[in-house]
């Protein structure tokens, strides 16, 4: 008698095997977050905190001294 | 602040608002069309008709092609956090992480777990029990929405958190103030239901379509009869939400509230601007009429806004230059308090340095003093906390006009579905073919309304949009736009083929 893990894995390997327009939807979404994440996140959108400053209280020190200034014009 | 480039800020706030809209487009259609599924399928489980699965199993598809196009197009705008807003991320990182964990954890296993067994499940699991798993989704994807809502919520009236200044957070204080804010629960509401009407339009189209041509005409009836009854009531319901959050604006964000009615000069006994044009060379002070031309309804805004009749409601003058009678503290007057915050908040960081406590600790009762116009010491005029009257303006009127459209439409499918000759109806089919393109435009007008009427605030009243800003090169932001708006694009046609090929396909056996 299979056990409840390998239930849920027939489960899953049944359901996978059997898609007809999921397998277009899974490829565009292993494609879509390939971009996202090895693309856009890696290359284009780093984290401007985390990599310009090692510690949080640098951070905090970098982001205090944006607000600490006052207004200029418009421009 | 630092003395930053504005074409940065625009570019910057165009990015955000091109992939968020993108992001729109997909998401409320889930919302909405996995409680119909639900529908559908506890209408089968009830009658046992094999129809009715038919019919499921066909809405069903077409949700799941929504979602997977769908899916993480919300995972670029933590990007943009991190990337384009970097101020802002760290200043409210304490309170969207709750909130953004929460949906994580909680909403988003509840709905994929769920999901496979709704995809997967269909004659492998017992009726009862895929039946619950579709119930399950539906909640899980609308649990989704709560968080990231009261996260948006939080932004247009900040609540329950405290700011620090040794760290430059704001912290959470009160996590059930922040989830349970009147802003959060009416936009949670509005937007939530918002959804339901675009699938129940969605399902009315594709529906009237096949009436058009003569195809799977039982299908399409059967289903018209559910989403129209779904459409109306959550049509009624945008309403009321609608109003409760136009109450909350006059509450909280009294200056939106003036931008959308075109409102410059305050008066008791308001009048709601049903119909209008603005005029658009009028400034904030001058004596120029705001319209060219517009219909009121006379009495009706005050009622809406302080639900008193006859009360008083601030325009746009009011509340730049002040209003003593009417106790309204202008712009000024906050910019001169704000200013003071900024330069106490400069000599606490000064004085935290120079390791002097005394001054630090007198710097600190200052800022705490003035610490609610915080952001007004950023602006460089009164004028700046004016935000794009026209565009405010518009987008509301259409939204309005739109979500009244949509239940005389629902009642007209339903009057004549149940009449039984809903297919001769010539002239309101194709209505329901261009109706859900119609609600789309009904939603995204919304979200204009919430994001651009809430200018110049990235967080009303503590945080201008141009502080939020990191300043980076100009040319990145430039560059990731085009590059959002290709990637975007393609995906929102992959979804259009292959949706129009399913619709094209129909449901097995009808």
Redo the contacts between chains.
């Keep these: 008698m299979a056990g409840p893990f390998t239930s849920v894995y027939t489960?899953?390997r049944?359901?996978?095997k059997?898609m007809t327009?999921?397998r277009?939807?899974?490829k565009?979404?292993l494609i879509?977050?390939l971009?996202?994440f090895a693309v856009?996140?890696l290359f284009?959108?780093?984290?401007?905190?985390?990599t310009n400053f090692q510690t949080?209280e640098q951070?905090?020190d970098h982001?205090?001294?944006?607000?600490?200034?006052?207004?200029?014009?418009?421009? | 602040m630092v003395d930053i480039d504005l074409s940065l800020v625009n570019w910057s706030r165009a990015q955000f608002a091109l992939t968020a809209m993108y992001h729109w487009i997909f998401v409320p259609l889930t919302l909405g069309l996995s409680f119909l599924c639900a529908m559908f399928e506890s209408i089968y489980v009830r009658t046992g008709n094999e129809k009715w699965k038919a019919i499921t199993r066909f809405w069903m598809t077409l949700f799941g092609i929504n979602f997977a196009i769908g899916v993480a197009t919300g995972i670029i705008l933590e990007f943009e956090f991190g990337t384009n807003w970097s101020n802002y991320s760290w200043m409210v990182g304490d309170i969207f992480g709750a909130p953004l964990a929460v949906e994580g954890i909680f909403a988003f296993f509840l709905e994929a777990t769920f999901f496979a067994v709704m995809f997967f499940g269909w004659n492998r699991v017992s009726k009862g029990f895929h039946l619950f798993s579709t119930w399950m989704v539906a909640i899980g994807s609308n649990l989704s929405a709560l968080w990231i809502l009261v996260a948006n919520a939080w932004m247009q009236y900040p609540t329950g958190m405290a700011f620090n200044p040794e760290t430059a957070r704001f912290e959470m204080e009160n996590f059930w103030a922040v989830l349970f804010s009147p802003v959060a629960m009416s936009k949670f509401t509005h937007a939530t239901s918002s959804g339901f009407v675009l699938a129940s339009l969605f399902v009315v189209t594709v529906s009237s379509w096949y009436l058009l041509k003569g195809r799977h005409l039982e299908m399409a009836k059967k289903s018209i009869i559910v989403a129209s009854v779904f459409g109306l009531l959550a049509s009624v319901y945008v309403a009321f939400t609608g109003d409760e959050a136009a109450f909350e604006d006059a509450q909280h964000q009294p200056m939106k509230l003036a931008a959308y009615e075109g409102l410059y000069k305050g008066e008791k006994n308001a009048g709601l601007v049903a119909l209008g044009m603005i005029n658009s060379d009028k400034k904030p002070g001058d004596a120029q009429s705001p319209f060219l031309f517009e219909i009121k309804v006379p009495g009706l805004l005050s009622l809406l806004a302080n639900r008193e009749s006859g009360s008083f409601v601030p325009g746009i003058d009011d509340l730049v230059y002040g209003n003593k009678e009417q106790k309204v503290m202008g712009v000024a007057e906050k910019m001169k308090i704000g200013q003071q915050a900024v330069a106490d908040l400069a000599a606490f960081k000064q004085a935290r340095k120079d390791k002097n406590d005394a001054v630090a600790s007198a710097a600190l009762t200052r800022f705490t003093a003035n610490k609610e116009y915080l952001g007004y010491g950023y602006l460089s005029t009164p004028e700046e906390a004016v935000p794009p009257v026209s565009t405010s303006f518009y987008s509301f009127h259409i939204m309005v006009m739109l979500g009244t459209l949509f239940p005389v439409m629902f009642i007209a499918y339903l009057f004549f579905t149940v009449k039984g000759n809903i297919a001769e109806q010539r002239w309101l089919l194709p209505l329901g073919v261009l109706s859900f393109f119609l609600g789309h435009v009904a939603g995204q007008m919304g979200w204009v309304v919430a994001e651009v009427g809430r200018q110049p605030w990235a967080i009303q009243g503590l945080m201008p949009v141009k502080v939020a800003t990191t300043n980076i090169a100009v040319g990145h932001v430039q560059a990731t736009f085009f590059m959002f708006l290709g990637v975007f694009t393609l995906l929102l046609i992959a979804e259009i083929k292959i949706m129009l090929k399913q619709i094209s396909i129909g449901p097995e056996g009808m």
């Design positions: 489960f899953y049944n359901g996978f059997t327009v999921g277009t939807l899974w565009i979404i879509k977050l971009v996202m856009f996140k284009f959108f780093p984290n401007y905190l985390k949080d951070r905090a982001v205090l001294e944006q607000l600490s200034r006052p207004a200029v014009p418009n421009h």
